[in-house]
């Protein structure tokens, strides 16, 4: 038995997600991704079955695996109660552990999450904060937004947003004992432990493709892999 198989055998969302599949493509057939993407969650399924360790690794580097909105549509058609997003949610976890993500175009956007992301809700308690949507990185917002994102503060409190500040409202400031409690919950769960996989392995593949890293959200790589792309991702 393959060391990638046992691996992921000890992921419960993977012995949730997979009994006995008979390959009927139900799954493909009802997946919004699968429409746009190529992707194939009846594919997947079957050589995770086949538990070879070489096929697994190149599911671990590949895009395929991001390709994934987990909308858990799959689950709901599946005669074999099979859930083929519970193994991708497997798949992706295992591909960060072993850092096998970085060798992937979608997967290497996983800094740019984290460091979006993941950083505004630790720091400020919300997923998207205006700032971290910048005109520059976001041409398709258009000048309107342009306009709202030099005038923020006005129009904030114009619509009782109460923007950075002590209170009620939509754009709150959030109290320090509350992100306290979400720092503890990103610690106890592991998410923080998986975080500082992201930079360890992104910082060791911005060496190799020889591009400047470092904390920023605007350094060389993360430009990079938020721009750049040599694949053709959608069918």
């Given amino acids: 038995m393959g060391k990638y198989i046992e691996m992921l055998r000890s992921d419960l969302r993977f012995e949730e997600g997979l009994h006995a599949c008979m390959n009927c493509g139900v799954c493909t057939a009802i997946c919004p991704a699968a429409e746009f993407y190529n992707y194939d969650p009846r594919l997947i399924i079957n050589l995770i079955q086949n538990a070879d360790d070489d ?28 859930t083929a ?8 976890k295992l591909s960060q552990t072993t850092g096998l993500f970085a060798e992937s175009e979608k997967g290497r956007q996983q800094l740019a999450i984290k460091r979006v992301i993941g950083s505004n809700i630790l720091n400020f308690g919300y997923c998207l904060i205006p700032e971290s949507v910048v ?7 258009g000048p309107v937004w342009n306009w709202i994102y030099e005038n923020q503060d006005e129009l904030y409190d114009r619509l009782g947003a109460n923007f950075k500040k002590d209170g009620e409202g939509v754009l709150r400031k959030i109290d320090s004992q509350s992100l306290n409690e979400i720092k503890a919950i990103f610690e106890i769960t592991g998410t923080k432990y998986y975080f500082d996989l992201i930079e360890k392995f992104s910082k060791e593949k911005a060496e190799k493709m020889g591009l400047a890293f470092d904390e920023t959200t605007g350094c060389e790589y993360i430009g990079h892999i938020y721009s750049n792309t040599e694949k053709v991702h959608t069918k």
Avoid: F
Wanted: net charge neutral; proline share 5%.
């Fill in 135 to 141: 005109p520059e990185m976001h041409l398709e917002q």
């Fill in 55 to 82: 096929t697994i690794e190149e599911l671990l580097k590949s895009d395929t695996i991001w390709y994934c909105g987990q909308c858990m549509s799959c689950r709901t058609r599946c005669p074999r109660s099979n």
């Fill in 85 to 92: 997003g519970y193994v991708v949610m497997a798949l992706r």
